[in-house]
């Protein structure tokens, strides 16, 4: 079975810094998708960014881009110039291609920007 | 505003009785999607229809059941509720059948007491 695990529960960062967030994962398949979604505390659920396995370039949307290695099943989320706005709950996902939308989550990582 | 719009907000109900979770995906996505967020499970997925067809099945528990409408809006029936029900459900929809771009709702809190 897939699991997804987020080794950070709780990060803080200051305004304008950068921060890292980890996430590996577990799977024997080869043809997949891994998300980064944020819950602010209105606990809307947000897509930040998404990855394809069979795409080997890491994606990037705006400030936020990941760190993604297939081999070590690792997936990272890096957030440049930290705004108070992005203090929120950031889970890992990921979804075999074909399980039709059975996201797995991970149990999320709660970060705090700090003025 | 993802479009998703998930109807009540918020609902508190006692052991033993029986809710009905609204879900209207967002206009022209065929999809949707039924998540469940608790302390202890954290975010499961619970089931997926296309097009009134259901697709995929997780950890659903028999006591729950959903469908998807004509018009693509969707229902989740929670029956003989126990303080376990207690969670955030979350509803999600996407153009296609993958998901591989689902959008989600603002959720319903369930409170069973």
């Known amino acids: 079975a897939q699991t997804v695990t987020q080794s950070q529960p709780e990060m803080s960062v200051q305004e304008a810094e950068t921060v890292t967030l980890s996430c590996t994962y577990d799977t024997s398949e080869s043809n997949y998708y891994l998300f980064w979604y944020k819950q602010p505390p209105s606990r809307q659920m947000i897509l930040v960014i998404r990855q394809e396995a069979y795409k080997q370039q890491n994606a990037t949307e705006n400030r936020f881009s990941v760190n993604f290695q297939k081999a070590a099943k690792s997936f990272s989320l890096k957030i440049s110039d930290s705004q108070l706005g992005d203090t929120a709950m950031y889970f890992c996902?990921?979804?075999?291609?074909?399980?039709?939308?059975?996201?797995?989550f991970g149990k999320g990582t709660k970060l705090s920007v700090k003025p | 505003d993802s479009g998703v719009t998930q109807t009540p907000k918020h609902l508190i109900t006692a052991t033993g009785q029986r809710v009905t979770l609204r879900c209207s995906p967002r206009s022209g996505d065929l999809s949707v999607y039924w998540y469940q967020q608790s302390l202890d499970q954290g975010l499961q997925f619970l089931i997926q229809y296309y097009n009134g067809e259901e697709r995929a099945k997780g950890n659903i528990l028999e006591r729950f059941s959903a469908q998807q409408f004509p018009d693509l809006h969707s229902e989740l029936n929670l029956s003989s509720l126990e303080l376990g029900d207690s969670a955030l459900y979350f509803c999600?929809?996407?153009?296609?059948?993958?998901?591989?771009?689902?959008?989600f709702g603002q959720g319903t809190r369930l409170t069973v007491v």
């Open positions: 996902a990921f979804m075999n291609r074909g399980s039709q939308g059975n996201l797995i």
């Open positions: 999600a929809s996407s153009v296609g059948v993958e998901g591989s771009e689902a959008f």
